[in-house]
């Protein structure tokens, strides 16, 4: 199965050795994820840092073995081009046009725990990180 991981599932997996992460690092299933999602997590760094209490180069060290363990593959922005026009169409939120601009490109769901991504519009199928945990993909 092919999944576009949003930035508050890989957080998630950096803040704690959880399912998860381990679902990331174990399933066998290829992941994707837009280059802006580095953006994303220099974001929110200090959150991760106050959770984890790890210094910002030990996060590094750790996104950097989820996203080679977990065999993530980066897309740049410019492979998404074609896709930014219906992506921004369907997106409720301009943070999550990217991440939907990918799963058009590969014609494929978005894992993410965001909510108003759901239930605000039925173009891409969302997954929860309850519904992969539970095999309800």
């Not at 381990?22 to 959150?47: A, W």
């Not at 991760?48 to 989820?66: F, G, R, S």
Request: proline share 2%; glycine share 2%.
């Amino acid at each position: 199965m092919e999944l576009v991981l949003d930035a508050n599932v890989l957080i998630s997996a950096l803040i704690k050795d959880s399912h998860v992460r381990h679902f990331i690092l174990l399933s066998g299933h290829s992941f994707y994820v837009p280059e802006f999602i580095f953006e994303e997590i220099k974001e929110h760094i200090n959150e991760i840092k106050d959770k984890t209490m790890l210094h910002e180069n030990q996060i590094i060290e750790i996104l950097d073995q989820i996203m080679v363990l977990g065999n993530i593959k980066i897309i740049p922005l410019d492979d998404l081009k074609d896709f930014r026009e219906s992506a921004e169409n369907i997106s409720p939120d301009i943070d999550d046009i990217h991440y939907v601009a990918l799963a058009l490109k590969l014609k494929c769901a978005i894992w993410s725990n965001d909510k108003e991504l759901k239930q605000k519009q039925n173009i891409i199928k969302i997954y929860t990180s309850e519904e992969i945990l539970k095999g309800k993909y």
